[in-house]
């Protein structure tokens, strides 16, 4: 009973922040569209500074005018929404079943997880970085 009721509490938690996140997005959003017509210098600072948590801004090969403008367009919004809504609440529990999150194969079909699950078998996810 007590181990149901705590993985409902921290299930209920990432949904909670996975909503605060959301949220602090569309406020940073709005602030940089705001800050970009208001005064252009003082959001050019703040891009920037945003960009060295990334390390964005230290390759030489990527200007400002590059990169920069992308993250006060539409576009930018919808796609990052877009990816946060299709796995909002979504986050793995020693002992529980695993997310069925969204996936493209190689060929660039769609897929999910759970299709690759098979009877009793266990599954193995691994998650790296090409880059």
């Given at each position: 009973?007590?181990?149901s009721v705590r993985f409902a509490v921290r299930r209920l938690a990432v949904c909670g922040s996975s909503v605060v996140m959301l949220l602090?997005?569309?406020v940073q959003f709005c602030a940089l569209n705001l800050?970009?017509?208001l005064s252009p210098a003082l959001a050019r600072r703040i891009m920037l500074r945003l960009g060295e948590r990334?390390?964005?801004s230290l390759n030489p090969r990527f200007r400002y005018e590059d990169w920069a403008p992308?993250?006060?367009t539409p576009r930018f919004l919808e796609a990052v929404l877009r990816g946060c809504w299709s796995c909002l609440g979504d986050?793995?529990?020693v002992g529980h079943r695993a997310p069925?999150?969204?996936l493209i194969t190689l060929e660039g079909g769609r897929t999910s997880v759970h299709q690759f699950i098979r009877g009793n078998r266990p599954?193995?996810?691994?998650?790296g970085s090409c880059t």
């Open positions: 009973m007590w181990l602090l997005l569309l800050l970009s017509v990334s390390t964005m992308s993250f006060t986050s793995a529990f069925d999150c969204p599954l193995v996810l691994s998650f």
